[in-house]
């Protein structure tokens, strides 16, 4: 059944060519018990850190302050596309998720 469903839909993950799973608190690295904890089937996991962007911030700097690594603002935008279809274009207040 779920398998009918993911081929039928126009938002499908079929239609979207070199899609990767990935979780936000896990990036590209995660389990199937990591999901069920997201979404509160499983007891055990943890909000994922986040921070609130602030007037004049970019992902670069946001990656540098709070990862302490500048070269990690791609993990950043890939856990946040949803948001953030450009990573050029960030606005105060919006809340991103960080990797671990």
């Not at 469903?5 to 995660?30: A, C, K, M, Q, V």
């Not at 007037?55 to 946040?80: C, K, M, T, V």
Request: proline share 11%; hydrophobic share 35%.
């Amino acid at each position: 059944m779920i398998i009918g469903l993911i081929r039928h839909s126009p938002e499908s993950i079929l239609h979207y060519p070199g899609w990767t799973p990935s979780l936000p608190s896990h990036g590209d690295d995660f389990e199937l018990a990591d999901v069920l904890r997201l979404a509160g089937v499983l007891e055990g996991g943890t909000e994922p850190p986040t921070y609130t962007v602030q007037l004049g911030d970019s992902l670069f700097r946001i990656a540098e302050s709070q990862l302490g690594d500048s070269s990690r603002w791609p993990e950043i935008h890939d856990l946040n596309r949803d948001i953030l279809p450009n990573p050029d274009r960030i606005f105060p207040g919006q809340v991103l998720i960080l990797p671990r």
